[in-house]
Structures are given as structure tokens and as C-alpha cells.
């Protein structure tokens, strides 16, 4: 059961953070509330890493794909979303505390790679136990 939950949640974390990318690169911060107005330079940044972001939702999308899951793949993937939460950490650190909808966002960026973590090697383990 365990690798069939790690398949289900890889394929909608990778279609949520691709389509989450692909309205950055059409709508800048436009998107996120409480941007204010950003101009060029910011615009440019967040649409570049709404490309690098809809990159990731794919990798989640080809690791849940691969039969067995690699555990590495998903623990990598995991770790760079726990990454993102520590600079979202660092952010409040230096500037305090960001909308409310950032905060939700820094609670999903710090829960659900534990859940990620936890079901990781669950295809591996099934492939090896079957």
C-alpha cells in the first residue's frame, strides 16, 4: 500500500509544482499575494524560477513513473523542498513574517517531505518483498 500512496503523492506533487511554475512563468508575481510591485529585475527572477520550478514538478513526475520508485530520487526531491523551507526561515529571520499564505506555503515546505521521507524506499522495499 505504501508504494502506491508514494506514487499518488509523487504525481500530484509533481503536477501541483509544475503548474504552480508554469503560472509564474505566464504571470510573474502577479500570482503570490503581497508582492507589491515588483519591477523588472524581480519579475524576471520569479519567472525564471517558475521555470526551475515546473523542472522539479516534472522530476517528481519521472521518479513516480519509474517502477521501482527510486528512494534517492524521492528523498533528493524531498530535500530540496526542506531547502526551500530553510530559506523561507531565513527570510522571516532577516525580514520578519511574510503573508499568511507564505507561512501556510513554509508549513506544506516542512511537512510534506517528512511524509516523502517516511514512504521514500516503500516501491523499493514492495519490489523486494514481492
Known sequence: ??????RW??????AVCTLIG???????????????APGATADSQAR??????????????LAARR??????????LAGIMLLGAVGRF????????PHPFALALT????LLPLVYLALADA???????S
Open 1 to 6: 500500500m505504501g508504494s502506491s500512496v508514494l
Open 9 to 14: 503523492l509523487a504525481l500530484v506533487m509533481g
Open 22 to 36: 508554469l503560472s509564474h512563468v505566464a504571470f510573474g508575481e502577479a500570482v503570490f499575494p503581497d508582492m507589491g
Open 48 to 61: 525564471f524560477f517558475g521555470a526551475v520550478f515546473a523542472g522539479y514538478g516534472l522530476a517528481w513526475i
Open 67 to 76: 517502477t521501482p520508485i527510486p528512494a534517492t530520487a524521492i528523498r533528493l
Open 90 to 97: 531565513l527570510s522571516i529571520a532577516v525580514h520578519g513574517l
Open 107 to 110: 508549513a506544506l515546505e516542512v
Open 123 to 129: 516501491d523499493e522495499k514492495k519490489r523486494v518483498t
